[in-house]
């Protein structure tokens, strides 16, 4: 399960201004929609959509048929995953920060995660900023580190769908290609969807859509929308 459906939805945040224009797409159980578009497009109204920070004006979301209007923004995070372009960490340890959202999780469980995100050496610092009341200090992470904190923790939460906001520039590109991977590792088998910020790191989409001013400007796999350039 974990089907996403979005049926004609508009969307405006002020009455003057529409945002998304009649947006219809689906994303199969299982399978990955890399939404891409210039900066204003909508991408990221369509993530606080589906999380329901706002609803649509008119149209529908659906997760496995269910129209999600009538589901709490808390059962929404149970079963979305999200990994944010800028995570904000808590005040304890990266090992805390890993299994927030899933605190039933074993020891063995959240360093598995955090191995698999490849931040396991890091999990019993603080996050930097933060100091324990010894006065031990808290580590500096970089931004491709925080990143893996959020991936690891969504390892280890293992929803059904993924919602994926792609570091923009921040990271060097030896980290993002380490990070790409990790995404592409939680990705497989779930239904994700990604916010890109570039078609090449989304080569292997199910389907790709491009938003333009609150459209859909073109869709279709990689190589299809790079044949019509
Ligand atoms: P993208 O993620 O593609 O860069 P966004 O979805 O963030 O685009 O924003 C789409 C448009 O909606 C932009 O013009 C932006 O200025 C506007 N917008 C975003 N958030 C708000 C808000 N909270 N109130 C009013 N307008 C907003
Ligand atoms: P941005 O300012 O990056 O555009 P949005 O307004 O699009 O952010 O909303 C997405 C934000 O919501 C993420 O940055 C994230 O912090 C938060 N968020 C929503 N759902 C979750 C979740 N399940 N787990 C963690 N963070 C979440």
Do not use: W
């Not at 589901?71 to 299994?99: C, K, W």
């Not at 955090?114 to 500096?140: C, N, S, W």
């Amino acid at each position: 399960e974990g089907r996403v459906e979005f049926r004609d939805v508009h969307f405006s945040y002020d009455p003057n201004r529409e945002i998304l224009k009649g947006i219809s797409f689906e994303v199969p159980a299982g399978k990955t929609v890399a939404i891409v578009g210039p900066s204003g497009a909508g991408k990221s109204t369509i993530s606080r959509l589906l999380f329901r920070f706002y609803d649509v004006q008119s149209g529908k979301i659906l997760i496995d048929g269910q129209d999600i209007g009538g589901v709490t923004q808390e059962s929404l995070r149970s079963v979305i995953g999200m990994v944010p372009q800028d995570t904000v960490l808590f005040n304890d340890t990266i090992a805390y920060n890993i299994r927030y959202g899933r605190f039933d999780a074993s020891a063995e469980d959240i360093r598995q995660a955090a191995d698999l995100a490849q931040i396991g050496p890091f999990i019993e610092h603080l996050p930097d900023g933060y100091e324990t009341m010894v006065g031990e200090r808290g580590l500096k992470l970089s931004g491709g580190e925080k990143q893996r904190v959020a991936i690891a923790r969504t390892i280890l939460k293992a929803p059904p769908i993924l919602m994926l906001d792609e570091a923009t520039s921040a990271l060097d590109s030896h980290t993002e290609q380490e990070i790409q991977a990790a995404l592409d590792m939680v990705s497989r088998g779930r239904t994700t969807i990604v916010i890109a910020h570039r078609l090449s790191t989304v080569i292997s989409a199910d389907e790709i859509i491009v938003l333009k001013d609150g459209r859909i400007a073109e869709r279709g796999r990689h190589a299809e929308l790079l044949a019509k350039d």
